[in-house]
């Protein structure tokens, strides 16, 4: 079992940054990728970007694409997600989820590739 929680959501305006965390506890050695999801009200959860926890490449969703950085200290056990250039869209519930299964790149994207999640924390974007 790998536990996951997340902070550092919060209350931003429009263009700012946040950094949002995600440490991980349990048998964090078998996890294999590392991905943050949102969901905002009425709507779908949906992919935001992933990293592979020993080789650290990173997938991105198009529309946080050069706005976001995830990054992960593996000593920590921790997940980052670096969120600038905030705008009102990116108002949601974020998600950390991890899974220790390697189902490829193609997989990465999808809520159903993880099986462990973290409760959610709250980013507000204010125009």
């Known amino acids: 079992q790998v536990q996951l929680v997340e902070s550092g959501g919060g209350l931003v305006q429009a263009g700012g940054s946040l950094t949002l965390s995600c440490a991980a506890s349990g048998r964090t050695f078998s996890m294999y990728v590392m991905g943050w999801f949102r969901q905002a009200p009425g709507k779908e959860r949906e992919f935001v970007a992933a990293i592979t926890w020993n080789g650290g490449g990173t997938y991105y969703a198009d529309s946080v694409k050069g706005r976001f950085t995830i990054s992960r200290d593996n000593a920590k056990n921790t997940g980052y997600l670096q969120l600038n250039s905030l705008k009102p869209e990116d108002t949601a519930v974020y998600y950390c989820?991890?899974?220790?299964?390697?189902?490829?790149?193609?997989?990465?994207?999808?809520?159903?590739?993880?099986?462990?999640w973290g409760q959610g924390t709250q980013v507000t974007v204010s125009s």
């Open positions: 989820a991890a899974h220790d299964v390697n189902f490829g790149n193609d997989w990465l994207r999808q809520t159903r590739a993880y099986n462990y």
